[in-house]
């Protein structure tokens, strides 16, 4: 089991968005990554975390985002609590 590092939902919210858009069809002007949230993980290796997911667009946003999970899941989870924010 690798070490992630901890993140603020927020923070984590922020990275991936940024992701997205630099690599988002600039056609597609609807979809948009959602705030993740903390959930019980299913194996050791999963995350901690999910996000709602949009429905599927003919830009192909929906596989991007999945897309991002999965490399986003690999490498944080959410710490507990809000941080003070």
């Not at 858009?21 to 290796?45: F, G, I, K, M, N």
């Not at 995350?47 to 003919?58: F, Y």
Request: glycine content about 6%; charged content about 25%; proline content about 7%.
């Amino acid at each position: 089991m690798t070490e992630k590092t901890q993140i603020h939902a927020a923070d984590l919210y922020v990275l991936m968005q940024r992701e997205f858009r630099r690599r988002q069809t600039p056609e597609c002007t609807a979809c948009y990554v959602q705030l993740p949230y903390r959930v019980d993980q299913s194996e050791p290796d999963a995350p901690n975390w999910e996000i709602s997911i949009p429905p599927a667009c003919s830009h192909g946003c929906q596989s991007l985002i999945e897309e991002l999970v999965t490399q986003f899941g690999a490498l944080y989870d959410l710490r507990e609590g809000n941080g003070g924010r």
